[in-house]
């Protein structure tokens, strides 16, 4: 299924509850960047509580998926699953317990999806195709800063994957719009994670139907 994911990427809750009331009308799922400052060089929003009591107080909310750029994610996962992610991403580069991780996802019927970051040879995916993972993501930009170029290299990784796992959800992530998008549809992503492309725009609907119709 082509989704068109928008992504919030903010430095506290308040604005991360106004983003998603701007876009809940248009999607189906959105995605939270979360960062800590350990793994990028910048601190995003990063309170499960504060959206697991938004999230029981708004039962009808778009699915979340949670973009967990931190350093020891196996700590971190109970909560954000706790508070209603119902897809959890972890990038590569941090896992130290994959048995663990996987398991705690699967008990609570969460999507675990494993990232990996711009610098990161894509052959690092290898050990995981073979574990039941599906969906895998590539990370187009640098972690954590909002607004950057879209890194070309991504378009090869994402062949690879679709290559790798020809049944899996392959998300892009960073850098993504109109013309970019199909682009890497052709390479093999399904799943289409834009922040700048939506929130930038006066026309929410406009801005996610104009990458929708891009990726048809």
């Not at 994610?73 to 119902?86: L, R, S």
């Not at 894509?122 to 930009?141: G, H, N, R, T």
């Not at 959800?169 to 994670?193: Q, T, Y």
Request: glycine content about 4%; some cysteine.
């Amino acid at each position: 299924m082509i989704e068109i994911i928008p992504a919030i990427n903010s430095q506290t809750f308040d604005d991360v509850k106004a983003r998603i009331e701007r876009v809940q009308d248009y999607t189906r799922w959105i995605h939270l960047d979360v960062a800590d400052g350990t793994f990028t060089k910048n601190i995003l929003w990063h309170e499960p509580e504060e959206l697991a009591q938004w999230t029981r107080s708004n039962p009808n909310h778009p699915l979340i998926e949670v973009h967990l750029m931190i350093k020891n994610p196996e700590m971190a996962v109970p909560k954000w699953i706790a508070a209603g992610a119902k897809r959890i991403i972890v990038h590569v580069e941090t896992i130290t317990d994959f048995i663990r991780l996987k398991k705690m996802c699967d008990d609570a019927r969460v999507f675990l999806m494993l990232s990996i970051a711009p610098e990161t040879p894509v052959s690092a995916l290898d050990p995981y195709f073979d574990k039941s993972i599906v969906c895998f993501q590539v990370l187009a930009v640098n972690p954590g800063l909002p607004g950057q170029s879209f890194i070309e290299s991504s378009y090869d990784k994402l062949a690879y994957i679709r290559r790798k796992c020809p049944h899996c959800d392959l998300e892009i992530d960073g850098g993504v719009k109109v013309g970019i998008a199909k682009k890497c549809k052709d390479a093999g992503a399904n799943l289409f994670v834009s922040a700048s492309a939506i929130f930038d725009s006066e026309d929410i609907n406009g801005a996610i139907e104009w990458l929708r119709s891009d990726v048809k």
